[in-house]
């Protein structure tokens, strides 16, 4: 798996290509694939039926394409314009296959069409016109399919290619069409290995790069007179993208994000090389000038690779040639000289280029079929090989960062030593000083405690004050915004109550005792309010007004204004009871829509008004002593939950003959 893995890495770095040539396949003598053929992935190649034309009938098992020319549909020279071709392709599988699940796994740079026996089973891509077109270049979960024989099969493909009017930066793969034939429970387990095995190990070496990048990118913006911790960091942030890129395009579909990742790959691994150059230089040259003329270049070529891409990535590669051979020789010079520094980074820098030298000698070797390194060396020696040639280099560097790190804190160490003796010399002085100030400020903090003590205790009462008077929405917005605007509600209900005999009761009973009358009475009525979510507006007089509905909206507002008033009568009739002074009082509701908000500048009030309001009040003085008055719209609202008396149209002052129900209880199921 890992020596696969370092095949895809190589591949992507230098494009090696390989042309193959091919047997021709017809229905006379068709491909037979044996089952470890199949179990290995079985390639569909050869000189095949080829067709230039479009017409879905090609797709049929027993078309005949006799009068179809014979070409390698694999390369990308047999297409040459932007419309579909056909290959047709005939094989037969070995008994042991037979019923066995199978699929293609199918690599390809356009979009196509796949048809077994006539039978469309795979799209990848779409094909159709200019704009709906969609390329892919890989089915990532093939379908699955069996056969049922060992006769031969017709493999009929539709393909649309990549042409030159879907121009890319790079030359991303030779092979326009490449397709195996594979057993399916051994493809998607090899595949299932491969990806989590490539998915750890990019990630991890992407993920240790980068954060290494980060910390030094981080040290050099504290101490910016470290400038290799600079040219440290860009060094790992490269290799980190770069793995980050080798993932990409291992995972990558969609052939629109070539040109991206092409670029991104690219910048990766020119900044490699300027970092590595720059890194180098900074600890071991002695001329700016060739440091400055290898950052240029490096410059240049990425200016290059917007007018000429092929170009760039041609000349980026000896770039990297020239900066590790400026490396091993800076190196090797500073070791002759012996700086100590010199021996901890060359160290790793010489081991990661030995590494590179015995890998490449190695794959050289393996390609001749001259040594097999996993015979050699096992079949981890390749995996093991690569991954310590990634973190020889770094090792090394981060350790010498680490001496370079130690050297100066035993530096700043030894100054602190002597900071400290000097400063304590002024120490006393500065402890009176300071004693005195603190002194100071702790009567100055006891006196602004005190004082905030009582501007809150005040504040608590103001705000405590207009609560009393406000709806705590509207005293929190009078309080942030210094006003508050009238705002229309179309969904509330509106109470009003008022005692019978009001006037005739006070002459009775003296005004001191009705006064002590109305204050225990609407004080449990503001009880009963809050209990039921209501808000009181005013009392006028022997009159008390309330509403449901605002500010809050409230979906149950009928509903919750009906069992106040319930409550207000029990409350009256148990006050009867014990005192026989005691006031009866009917009810009126109405619900509607009103408007609300505060009246005046000074000594305002919330208040309502609207339409709703005056109903109500004429359903409270059409009401009955210890009676609960309600409009026909409050009678809609809570007819389902409240048991009313339908009262007949009454005529009203100013509203005419009007539907009237007394509200008497709470239904019961």
Not at 588 to 615: E, H, M, P, Q, R
Request: glycine share 6%; aromatic share 14%.
């Amino acid at each position: 798996m890992k020596k696969n893995i370092l095949f895809t890495f190589l591949l992507f770095i230098f494009a090696v290509l390989q042309n193959i040539c091919f047997a021709q396949n017809s229905f006379e003598k068709p491909t037979v694939f044996t089952a470890q053929q199949i179990r290995d992935g079985a390639s569909i190649e050869g000189e095949s039926k080829f067709y230039d034309k479009d017409n879905p009938v090609f797709a049929s098992q027993d078309f005949d394409d006799s009068a179809w020319k014979y070409i390698n549909f694999t390369s990308k020279k047999a297409y040459h314009k932007d419309r579909p071709y056909w290959i047709r392709y005939y094989f037969k599988i070995d008994s042991a296959m037979v019923n066995e699940s199978l699929c293609f796994n199918i690599s390809q740079l356009g979009a196509s069409e796949i048809y077994l026996n006539g039978k469309k089973i795979e799209s990848i891509g779409k094909i159709g016109n200019a704009k709906s077109t969609e390329f892919r270049i890989k089915n990532e979960v093939p379908a699955l399919f069996s056969l049922d024989n060992t006769g031969v099969n017709v493999l009929a493909i539709r393909f649309l290619p990549i042409t030159k009017t879907k121009k890319t930066v790079v030359n991303y793969s030779p092979i326009a069409l490449n397709i195996k034939l594979n057993a399916a429970n051994d493809f998607l387990d090899d595949k299932v290995d491969m990806m989590q095995g490539f998915n750890f190990i990019a990630m991890l070496i992407c993920g240790i790069f980068l954060a290494l990048g980060f910390v030094h990118l981080l040290l050099f913006l504290f101490y910016r007179k470290a400038v290799y911790n600079l040219y440290f960091s860009t060094y790992n942030l490269s290799i980190g993208l770069l793995s980050y890129m080798v993932l990409s395009f291992y995972e990558m579909t969609d052939p629109d994000k070539i040109n991206t990742y092409s670029f991104l790959s690219f910048l990766s691994i020119v900044v490699f090389g300027a970092s590595l150059t720059g890194f180098v230089n900074t600890l071991f040259g002695k001329s700016k000038l060739r440091l400055k003329i290898m950052l240029g270049i490096a410059g240049i070529f990425i200016i290059l690779f917007y007018f000429s891409a092929a170009l760039a990535v041609s000349f980026v590669f000896f770039y990297i040639f020239i900066a590790a051979l400026e490396s091993f020789f800076l190196i090797i010079r500073a070791m002759i000289r012996r700086e100590k520094s010199a021996f901890i980074v060359g160290g790793g820098v010489l081991t990661f280029f030995l590494f590179v030298i015995m890998l490449i000698v190695f794959q050289i070797l393996d390609s001749l079929n001259i040594v097999d390194p996993d015979q050699l060396f096992g079949d981890d020696f390749m995996g093991y090989a690569l991954g310590f040639i990634f973190i020889s280099f770094p090792i090394s560097i981060s350790a010498y960062l680490a001496w370079e790190f130690a050297s100066t804190n035993l530096r700043l160490v030894k100054q602190l030593d002597e900071v400290n003796r000097l400063s304590e010399l002024n120490l006393k002085q500065e402890q009176e000083k300071q004693q005195i100030l603190q002194d100071q400020n702790d009567l100055l903090e006891k006196q602004v405690d005190e004082r905030t003590f009582e501007l809150q205790k005040e504040k608590q009462k103001t705000e405590n004050l207009l609560l009393n008077i406000l709806p705590h929405e509207i005293a929190e917005e009078l309080k942030e915004n210094g006003s508050s605007e009238a705002k229309y509600y179309d969904e509330v209900s509106v109470l009003f109550t008022d005692f019978v005999n009001f006037t005739q009761s006070s002459e009775k009973m003296g005004a001191e005792k009705m006064l002590v009358e109305l204050n225990e009475c609407f004080t449990a009525f503001d009880l009963i309010m809050e209990k039921h979510g209501l808000e009181k507006i005013k009392t006028i007089g022997d009159a008390y007004l309330a509403v449901c509905g605002l500010p809050l909206k409230n979906e149950c507002h009928a509903y919750q204004t009906v069992l106040v008033a319930l409550d207000i009568i029990n409350f009256i009739e148990e006050r009867k009871k014990t005192n026989p002074n005691a006031l009866d009082i009917r009810i009126g509701i109405n619900s509607g829509s009103l408007i609300a908000g505060i009246v005046g500048v000074k000594k305002f009030a919330y208040d309502i008004w609207g339409d709703t309001v005056n109903t109500a009040a004429r359903m409270e003085q059409n009401s009955e002593k210890g009676k609960i008055n309600i409009s026909e719209s409050t009678y809609q609202l809570v007819k389902d939950k409240i048991v009313c008396e339908y009262r007949g149209k009454i005529h009203t002052k100013g509203k005419g003959d009007m539907d009237m129900y007394f509200a008497l209880g709470i239904k019961t199921e």
